[in-house]
């Protein structure tokens, strides 16, 4: 066998695939297949292992926090300060878990890739039929295929009668593909290779024969799994942020520590001391309990998004549709529904509009079920009339309702006329199959011979400016009419301008004797009857949730492997924003990089594109710094749904290998719970960003405590135990009840925050400053105070402590909201964090009367109710500060926003454009 391919398969003659294969129409030897077999391995794709228990325990300690963490507690560990190091390991061990968790449910093994490949196929060797298990498939096999069967492997064609083939699988193109022998071009598209049978496609009617001529790896879907394979997992916007705002912390800290160290040191203290102190301040300065939050509110996310359809697989892609500015969507099955459906018809020099519920003319919409709608409209009765004679397709009640059988096409006939009445299997019963002429794409049309009490009759259907050269006369109100071929190419015409496929049906009563089965040539002297619009609709919703999107400053573009008329035609019924023009597969091939990225920033419908090209649109949309989410349900989209920010699978009528690529999954396949998901993509940052400046200001509070301690010569206002308990105890209780606050108004009015926006925000870094100036200069306040009353340090330690919760409580109000007062939100709205904030007092309050916390902390009890008053008027002035501070710098954006527009509802009945 020969093994080199100077050409593609697609464009090579029958009789060549078969001198480079050795092979012909008694197939191969079983000895022959045998040997290829060894050579050529099995036709199945590799199989990647689950990731194992142990990396995913080691995953969860891959970040910069967790690295300042595990620094911590090593330090507090060597110098003997148990208790520390202990409540240090246990945050360790909590986050850990809650991840290890939330992974362990999402990991899932590649070989779902498997379930692709049909499990048997029928062979020809050694000039005889054998069923063997598709994985025994050689190079140079001779595959038998039939209506129904999965293409067990890449298949070039030798033989096709009627054969047609769902490949939206891997093309996204919702319409079959009719197969035929002769080659094509070698440049062209994979959805363009109709003498080629693809891996894991369906056959939807026909039957043919092909060489195999790819198994395993080397088939286009083996192309696609390996292309998944070796993507390299991308950082999140929400991991890009939270590195560069651990590598601040690690600063602060570093530069605390030192500054205070040498502080002490100039200022007379012991060395030993000083690096107590350094310690002490480094426990300040990390939020221990930031990443016990992060982890609790992306999984309070995953919770919130599975009650709104969306399952979410990877945690950090939560936050990362918050941060979404594109999203680039599949045509077929995710924008629309994947089913053919007559839109309109045109019969009788009228144009009707088809609905589920109407049949409209003239602007007047009648029930759509009824013969008696027909019964004014020859034509129209005769076209429907055409479409069911003519039409091999079946329609039946199964376990989900109607379903179809056959070709997509014709199946949408038969709905159509059902909906108005005709009902196909009492049609076919009074008209009798005589003979038939199967489509084919070189023929261009079909025609069945009918038969009914004794008369005969052709009915026809095909490409329009086929058809109506077989005509010379046309179907009138009245009866027959001269033909108007101008007035039917017109319509013609405007049907396809709308993105529909146009269909033209005909008939021809047959008078004196018809032609045997067998003498049945090409139609003539045809009765033109009319036309038929059909397209895939998009899904009901899909329209407003485009719209949202555009609200929420997303760009929402199509990428499908569809016609761009049809493409066109579906962006323009959406509303896709863009310069209106559909950039083609063939049309991006001519663009270098740089040009690509250029025209990524104007199209919003790319057509007729391949899965690697697909990925060329994700990757320029990257490089002009946008955050992509690709939606999609086909093998076609896998590669780009790995590659992108965030891939979003559909789940009921998504594939495996589609699901398995993505981030998150749509449980319910509707693009307009992309909407809901962004949503709570950009709650759970704001939660996040709401429990970080909660507790970094805080924590910079402590910082600044200990600091100006040191600078005035005074003694340590607050110890290392006490610190942890206010960063893991009091801080935590509070701040993991963050994660659980309700939007803010307006959420999806706000654009996307820019990639490279901080964890915490400008505006908010200014307010984290002012507030660790109020509370450290509340808390030495207090401190100063009680030392001087009592002579007593632990009693001013203990005061100084509880100030800095009574702080706590009131921060964490000021928290909820950036912009909003902490008057105008209802304490009960987030039930969890009333709850969490009395908790955290009482425990408070408790731990100072207990001896076993007293030991630990070094406190004692706050009996004097003048000390719990001092305490309380010194916390509250904390939010006089915060309130401020909202008032004079609310973004103008909030401070000057317009009333909201007038909600307007389109109706379905909407003029066209």
């Known amino acids: 066998m020969k093994t080199t391919e100077p050409r593609p398969w697609h464009a090579l003659p029958a009789e060549e695939v078969e001198t480079q294969f050795g092979t012909g129409s008694p197939g191969l030897t079983r000895a022959t297949a045998a040997a290829r077999l060894a050579q050529f391995g099995p036709n199945q794709l590799a199989e990647a292992p689950p990731t194992s228990l142990l990396v995913l325990v080691l995953h969860q300690f891959m970040s910069p926090l967790i690295y300042i963490l595990l620094a911590a507690g090593v330090v507090t560990l060597a110098l003997g300060e148990y208790i520390d190091a202990g409540v240090i390991a246990a945050i360790l061990v909590i986050n850990a878990i809650i991840g290890f968790t939330q992974e362990r449910q999402a990991e899932v093994s590649v070989r779902a890739l498997m379930k692709l490949v049909s499990p048997k196929a029928r062979v020809v060797r050694e000039g005889r039929e054998w069923e063997v298990e598709s994985r025994e498939l050689v190079p140079g096999d001779l595959v038998l295929l039939e ?135 480094a426990v300040a300065a990390v939020p221990e309990g930031l990443p016990v939050v992060l982890t609790i509110t992306l999984a309070v996310g995953v919770r919130r998004m599975a009650k709104r359809q969306a399952i979410i697989r990877k945690l950090p892609a939560i936050e990362t549709l918050g941060s979404t500015t594109v999203i680039g969507s599949d045509k077929t099955g995710t924008l629309t529904e994947n089913r053919m459906t007559v839109q309109e018809m045109w019969a009788g020099g009228d144009f009707f509009s088809l609905t589920e519920e109407t049949l409209e003319h003239d602007g007047r919409a009648r029930p759509a079920e009824g013969a008696e709608s027909l019964a004014e409209h020859p034509p129209l009765y005769l076209s429907l009339l055409t479409g069911v004679l003519a039409n091999e397709a079946e329609v039946y009640e199964g376990e989900q309702g109607v379903e179809t059988r056959g070709d997509p096409t014709e199946a949408a006939l038969l709905l159509a006329a059902e909906r108005l009445g005709l009902r196909h299997e009492v049609v076919r019963g009074h008209w009798e199959s005589f003979a038939e002429i199967p489509f084919e794409p070189e023929r261009q049309y079909s025609a069945s011979l009918r038969e009914r009490e004794g008369r005969r009759a052709l009915f026809v259907k095909g490409a329009p400016e086929r058809v109506l050269a077989m005509c010379h ?19 013609a015409q405007t049907l396809a301008s709308r993105g529909l496929r146009v269909l033209a049906l005909a008939m021809r009563r047959m008078d004196g004797t018809a032609p045997r089965p067998e003498e049945v040539g090409e139609p003539e002297g045809l009765t033109f009857l009319g036309l038929t619009g059909m397209m895939d609709p998009p899904r009901e919703g899909v329209r407003e949730a485009v719209a949202a999107c555009q609200e929420a400053g997303i760009r929402v573009v199509m990428i499908t492997g569809d016609h761009a008329a049809t493409a066109r035609a579906i962006g323009r019924e959406l509303g896709l924003k863009g310069d209106g023009a559909a950039l083609t597969g063939q049309e991006m091939e001519a663009l270098d990089d740089a040009a690509l990225r250029q025209r990524a ?18 990757k320029a949309l990257q490089r002009e710094g946008e955050v992509v989410a690709v939606t999609g349900d086909g093998v076609n989209d896998a590669p780009a749904l790995k590659a992108a920010d965030i891939g979003v699978a559909m789940g009921r009528g998504g594939t495996d290998v589609a699901r398995e690529a ?49 600078a005035l010569g005074w003694p340590l206002p607050l110890l290392p135990a006490q610190l942890l308990w206010l960063n893991l105890v009091t801080n935590g209780l509070q701040d ?155 973004p103008r954006r909030l401070r000057h926003q317009p009333a909201p527009a007038q909600e307007v509802h389109l109706s379905s009945a909407e003029p066209r454009a």
């Open 736 to 890: 993991v009840a963050l994660a659980f606050e309700p939007g803010d108004d307006g959420m999806l009015k706000r654009p996307p925050r820019p990639r490279g926006e901080g964890f915490i925000s400008g505006l908010l870094w200014e307010r984290t400053v002012l507030a660790g100036l109020v509370i450290a200069a509340g808390t030495l306040f207090i401190f100063r105070w009680e030392l001087d009353e009592t002579n007593s340090l632990a009693a001013a330690q203990t005061a100084a402590l509880t100030t800095i919760v009574l702080y706590q409580m009131f921060q964490v109000g000021n928290a909820r909201s950036e912009t909003q007062s902490v008057f105008l939100r209802s304490p009960f709205s987030n039930p969890f964090l009333f709850w969490a904030t009395a908790a955290s007092l009482v425990v408070h309050v408790g731990a100072l009367f207990l001896a076993p916390t007293q030991f630990v902390l070094r406190v004692v009890p706050l009996t004097d109710w003048a000390v719990w008053v001092r305490i309380v008027a010194v916390a509250s002035t904390l939010i006089i500060a915060m309130e401020l501070h909202k008032l004079l710098r609310r």
């Open 147 to 281: 209506s129904g069967t999965r293409v067990p492997a890449d298949l070039r064609l030798v033989s096709a009668t009627t054969l047609t083939v769902d490949e939206s699988l891997l093309t996204g193109e919702s319409t079959t593909v009719h197969k035929r022998v002769g080659t094509v071009e070698p440049e062209a598209v994979l959805a363009e290779r109709s003498d080629m049978a693809f891996t894991g496609t369906v056959v939807s009617s026909g039957r043919g024969r092909g060489y195999v001529v790819a198994t395993g790896e080397r088939t286009e879907l083996g192309r696609i799994a390996g292309s998944i394979r070796g993507k390299v997992e991308l950082s999140t916007p929400l991991q890009e942020r939270m590195d560069r705002f651990a590598k601040v912390v690690g600063w602060v800290v570093g530069a605390g520590a030192v500054l205070g160290f040498v502080i002490g040191v100039v200022r007379g203290q012991s060395v030993a001391e000083m690096f107590m102190v350094a310690v002490a301040l």
């Open 473 to 491: 006369e046309q179907q009138g109100e009245e009866g027959p009419e001269p033909l108007e071929a101008a007035a039917v190419q017109q319509a």
């Open 601 to 618: 920033k104007e199209v919003s419908v790319y057509a007729r594109v391949a899965p690697e090209q697909k990925l060329r649109v994700v």
């Open 662 to 710: 993505a981030d998150m999954v749509l449980a319910d396949d509707n693009f307009v719970s992309i909407v809901n998901a962004v949503e709570e993509g950009r709650v759970t940052f704001d939660n996040l960003r709401k429990a970080t400046f909660f507790l970094v200001s805080t924590g910079a509070a402590s910082i600044l405590v200990i600091l100006a301690s040191l």
